[in-house]
């Protein structure tokens, strides 16, 4: 696998290994935060007038969903502004290490240290989605619970407890940063077995231990490391590198594959079908159902939501994965490969998650213009951009652009799931393993198409 | 000197476990005897390249070559299309390429928009009113239909869909979907 270190130009390292950089950004997008929420509570009720709705699920979501998790695995989370009010206390510092912190530090139940709640928040958003995502006082007051629970978890578990455990984003961006071209790891493996006192993980004057409780000796995929570059601080033996890689290179990573981390794969595979026939098809019936919580409509849609991303595609998923296990004539365990294959579609659901947000974000991103210069819809018109028309951007293009994705992640994961069945079976087995997969794959490329450009 | 790399091996002969082949019933019996996969490595350098090929060129032809369809003459369309929160009914309109088109947009409740994209034209109505938006259908494919005036919380997501004639970029993109299936299947082995 090709590899260049990043670690090596100077300048960047230095950019690295200092803090103030990191603190900055998280300052800056701290006091965006801030600002959201108090859009989201007190600036108009109008989701397209409003600070909250159009940086969160326009602006942010884009970035988020084109840029910094594609490219940079889980940049965002080095400088996501919702733990940070919880780290800056249970460090008690702002920036350099050597405050004396609060919280009790205890360890977080070993029976959750899996991503079950971070798929279980997941679908809980996507239950509320039609209402949180257009209605900027739900936003702020979620926004504002999240950063609460942050806090809370933060002062009683000891270091990202939330982050690594709880968060739905983290969990998301955790499974898709798999396949970023970043990567922290250390140069040199015996380098670390000597070293008795492992600063990485214990800390120095340097450097925190790994706040995402990570051992960068041990670390083989990007799920856990949130790239604060602590590491890189308090390492004494200069013993950690950054590295740029191919797409894709966690995925040939056989530790890390877990039931929960698939159960994940397949909630975000679901959510995106369903995200899209709510918010982007022309049914009606289906937008009010998934918006008026409470009414039987809304039951009804919910329970299809968690029916299809926790039963019907795993379910779909399984019965592929023992028709090719049958076929081939493994003697692997159905549910070994069943978690082995299910990590081969991470690129497709990425790919889905990137054609669904094309869809929008060019669309509506015009709105980012107004929202600036009138960030509580009251009238104001700060930078004279305030009554700038809504405009679809690059409306023409946008069909052959999510083609482009959805295709692209097709091949990509048609490769992993071959590649995935020849690490336990010969050639010919793992075509025959492979192609029920395969075809389920299809499936959902072509359901997804017909969704979005149908 | 012989070039044992390049040899070309024995035809594969399936391979599929017995058992499996019995719980399979027809399909196990095919793959049984011997109606294997196709597999590059069993081929010879050569065929493999062609096979490489030949799914680029089939892809590229599933993409660009055109469809020899009689095309209707243009018409006069006139749809009337309802208005309500949050969606146009009816939901879609279908038209050929070529038709001067003329939309009836009555709104059942609050004032609502009409955009459409890629065209670029747009309509807003009052509610209880009716406008009138014509334009002619001259770019083909499948275009959203956008509320462009916010009428409620789900206003970001009322849509509707304009069909000027068939919707080829789909079909194209699900004809290649297999071939780009298949070209990661076989093309990129470990």
Not at chain 1, 6 to 24: G, M, N
Not at chain 1, 37 to 57: Q, T
Not at chain 1, 217 to 236: A, F
Request: hydrophobic share 50%; glycine share 10%; proline share 6%.
């Amino acid at each position: 696998m090709m590899r260049y270190e990043l670690t090596q130009i100077p300048w960047l390292k230095r950019l690295l290994v200092s803090r103030w950089p990191l603190f900055l950004a998280r300052a800056v997008t701290l006091a965006g935060f801030v600002l959201t929420i108090v859009a989201g509570l007190i600036g108009s009720p109008v989701g397209s007038h409003n600070f909250a709705i159009i940086f969160v699920w326009i602006a942010w979501w884009t970035f988020l969903k084109l840029m910094a998790l594609p490219f940079g695995g889980r940049a965002w989370c080095s400088i996501c502004p919702i733990p940070t009010m919880g780290e800056w206390i249970q460090q008690g510092a702002l920036v350099e290490p050597g405050g004396r912190g609060l919280g009790l530090g205890w360890q977080w139940p070993r029976r959750l240290r899996n991503v079950w709640l971070p798929t279980l928040g997941f679908g809980v958003i996507g239950l509320f989605s039609a209402v949180t995502l257009t209605q900027p006082r739900v936003t702020g007051w979620v926004l504002l619970g999240f950063i609460l629970l942050a806090v809370v978890l933060s002062l009683v578990f000891e270091r990202r407890a939330f982050c690594r455990h709880v968060c739905p984003i983290g969990g998301f961006i955790g499974l898709y940063s798999r396949v970023a071209p970043v990567e922290v790891r250390v140069r040199d493996r015996a380098v670390c077995a000597t070293h008795d006192d492992k600063t990485c993980v214990t800390g120095n004057a340097h450097g925190y231990g790994c706040p995402w409780q990570a051992s960068p000796v041990s670390l083989t995929q990007n799920t856990h490391c949130g790239l604060c570059m602590e590491c890189l601080r308090s390492c004494s033996y200069d013993n950690i590198a950054v590295n740029l890689r191919s797409f894709g290179a966690d995925l040939a990573q056989r530790a890390g594959r877990s039931l929960d981390q698939a159960y994940f794969g397949f909630m975000m595979l679901g959510s995106v079908v369903i995200y899209s026939a709510v918010m982007l098809g022309a049914w009606g019936d289906l937008k009010t159902a998934a918006y008026n919580v409470g009414t039987p409509g809304w039951f009804a849609y919910s329970a299809t939501l968690l029916a299809f991303t926790l039963g019907v595609l795993p379910g779909l998923f399984l019965l592929a994965v023992w028709i090719g296990r049958a076929l081939a004539g493994s003697k692997v365990s159905l549910k070994k490969t069943f978690i082995a294959q299910s990590h081969a579609i991470i690129p497709l659901g990425l790919m889905a998650w990137v054609a669904f947000t094309i869809s929008f974000a060019f669309v509506k991103f015009s709105y980012v213009w107004s929202v600036l210069s009138d960030p509580f819809g009251w009238g104001w018109n700060l930078f004279g951009t305030a009554l700038m028309p809504w405009t679809p951007y690059l409306s023409s293009i946008i069909p052959v652009l999510q083609v482009v994705a959805l295709l692209g992640g097709l091949v990509w994961t048609s490769i992993w799931v071959r590649r995935i069945a020849q690490e336990e079976l010969t050639e010919k087995s793992a075509t025959r393993q492979s192609l029920p997969v395969m075809l389920f794959c299809l499936v959902f490329t072509i359901g997804m198409l017909w969704l979005l450009i149908g | 000197m012989t070039n044992t790399k390049y040899q070309t091996p024995a035809l594969p002969t399936g391979g599929l476990p017995v058992s499996s082949a019995k719980r399979w019933g027809a399909a196990g019996r095919w793959l049984r005897a011997g109606a294997s996969v196709p597999n590059i490595k069993h081929l010879h350098c050569a065929q493999a390249q062609v096979f490489q090929i030949a799914l680029v060129v089939l892809a590229i032809a599933v993409l660009v070559v055109p469809v020899p369809l009689t095309q209707a003459a243009p018409q006069e369309r006139h749809v009337r299309i309802e208005a309500s929160q949050f969606q146009y009914t009816p939901s879609v309109i279908s038209v050929n390429p070529g038709d001067r088109v003329t939309i009836d947009l009555t709104s059942t409740d609050v004032v609502h928009g009409l955009y459409v994209d890629d065209y670029g034209v747009s309509t807003t109505a009052e509610p209880g009113q009716t406008s009138r938006l014509t334009f002619i259908a001259d770019k083909p494919g499948t275009f959203a239909l956008r509320c462009a005036d916010p009428c409620g919380p789900l206003h970001p997501f009322m849509v509707g869909k304009l069909n000027v004639g068939p919707n080829w970029l789909l079909w194209r993109a699900m004809g290649v979907s297999g071939v780009a299936a298949l070209a990661g299947f076989w093309m990129f082995r470990k």
